[in-house]
C-alpha cells in the first residue's frame, strides 16, 4: 500500500477536530497594520507586529477552533517580511493544534499551477494543511491542487461564489441550461 493512501486526509482530520472541539468555527487571521493594538505596533515593527498579534488571537482560540484561515495578500503586502510572518503563522497554528488554509486563492495554467500547488500544499515553504483556489482558468488550473492535496493528505477549497458586490456581473449570470455560472463551477 503506498504512504498516501494510508495518511489521514485533510477532511477527516478536520471531521475529528470539529468533533473534538465541538466547533465549525474558523478563525481569520487576515491582519491590517493599522488595525493592530497600539501597544503591539510600538514594541514590534511591521510583520513582527502583525506575528505576535496572530500569536495572541491563536493563543485565545486554539482550544477552542479547529481552524485558522491566513488572508495571504495581507502578508504579501508587507512583502518577504510580510510572508515570513505567515510561514511562521502558519507553523505557529499547527504547533498549536489548528489545521490551517492558506488562503491565496491561486491559480494558473501548467507548470506555475503546479508550482503553486507545490508550495502551498507540497514540499514547498509554506506546506498548509489547505489553500484556496479560483476554477475561472478551467479544470487544469485547479488540477495540480488536487493531485497534490490527494498525495500529501491535504485539501483544496474552491471558490465558487463570492460575497463581493460585483461578483453577479459575472458569477451569477445565467447560462443556456438555466443554470447560473457560480452553480456550474
Known sequence: MLYFECMKHF????????????????????PQLDRIPAFLR?????????????????????????IVKLQIAFYELL???????????????????????ADAKRNDVGHTAEAYAEAFLGSGVFNADSVTVTPYLGWDSVKPFVEVARK???????????SNQ????????????????FEIM
Do not use: H, W
Not at 488571537?57 to 479547529?66: C, E, R, S
Not at 460585483?166 to 449570470?173: H, I, K
Open 79 to 101: 512583502g518577504s517580511k510580510g510572508v515570513e510572518a505567515f510561514e511562521k503563522t502558519l507553523r505557529y497554528a499547527e504547533s498549536k493544534g489548528l489545521l490551517t488554509i
Open 152 to 162: 500529501q493528505g491535504k485539501g483544496v477549497f474552491v471558490l465558487v461564489k463570492t
Open 42 to 66: 510600538k514594541k514590534f515593527s511591521g510583520a513582527d507586529a502583525i506575528f505576535e498579534f496572530n500569536k495572541g488571537i491563536i493563543d485565545a482560540v486554539y482550544d477552542l477552533v479547529p
Open 11 to 30: 477532511t477527516d482530520r478536520l471531521i475529528e477536530a470539529i468533533q473534538k472541539k465541538k466547533s465549525i468555527v474558523c478563525i481569520g487571521l487576515d
Open 166 to 181: 460585483s461578483s453577479v456581473d459575472l458569477q451569477d449570470l445565467e447560462m443556456k441550461d438555466g443554470n447560473r455560472v
